[in-house]
């Protein structure tokens, strides 16, 4: 029987002679938001290949309910993975082309898209506030733009589980506020498994279910936000000094940082 979620078991990973990851473990199940904190160049990026099945370990594996990622066909896992990488796409298609591009794997190889499939895009950008922008060509969007036009993408996409390089980082505090609520919806209501690079601490403890903290490419501290922040291991991982009021009614923080 198909054990649901997704499992990281014991991942290493080099680039060359550089160890880039070692000996890492997670588990995210439908329904949860796991949060992957780390200062910069701490292998969050190359974890997240991984899982995706980008990128293949060196030692360790990456199993999707039950099956190892790197055997199962590019297409199902289409069906099962949505990725959100880091960069901006810059390239002549429409807001509307862009999204509906993650609707070509349900569709037969020569199948005109029909309304129904239209209707999924249209839907995904209306969620992230970008329905107006259906006709206008991407490269002609600002950054900020570019980043929720991806982000209705793999909304649009629908797949099972869902994994974000740092989904918000460019926006506006609105649309900061805007996604990471959508993100939380798509969690509790379409039971979809998050799993995200994240950079504001404070947003993170807020949304996340639990936080894996990676610090020099291994796994540093993982578990619910409260016991992840704490002033010893902020202070440990990213050099600053902080002060943390506890949510004692729920599992966050709040994080203020000492200049």
Known sequence: MKKNGIKVE?????????????????????????????????????LLKIIAGILKPDKGFVQVDGENINKIKRSDRAKLISYLPQFEENHPFTV????????????????????????????????????NLSNVNIYSLSGGER????????????????????????????????????????????????????????????????ILMIFKGKNYTYGIPGDVFTKENILKVFSVDSTITQNFHTTNVDIKFVS
Not at 99 to 118: H, P, T
Not at 183 to 189: A, G, L, M, N, P
């Open 10 to 46: 014991s991942v290493s990973f080099s680039f060359g002679k550089k160890a880039i990851l070692n000996n890492v473990s997670l588990e995210v199940f439908p329904g949860k938001i796991l949060g992957i904190v780390g200062p910069n160049g701490s292998g969050k990026t190359s």
């Open 96 to 131: 509307l082309e862009t999204v509906m591009m993650s609707r070509y794997l349900y569709m037969g190889r020569f199948q005109i898209q029909d309304d129904s499939e239209k209707d999924i895009a249209i839907k995904a950008m209306s969620r992230v506030g970008i329905e």
């Open 147 to 210: 980043q929720r036009v991806m982000l209705a993408r793999m909304l649009a996409q629908s797949s099972k589980y869902l994994l974000m390089d740092e989904p918000v980082t460019g926006l506006d505090i609105k649309y900061q506020i805007q996604i990471a609520s959508l993100i939380r919806e798509q969690s509790k209501v379409m039971n979809t498994g998050n799993i995200m690079i994240m950079h504001n601490l404070n947003l993170a403890s807020k949304l996340c279910d639990e």
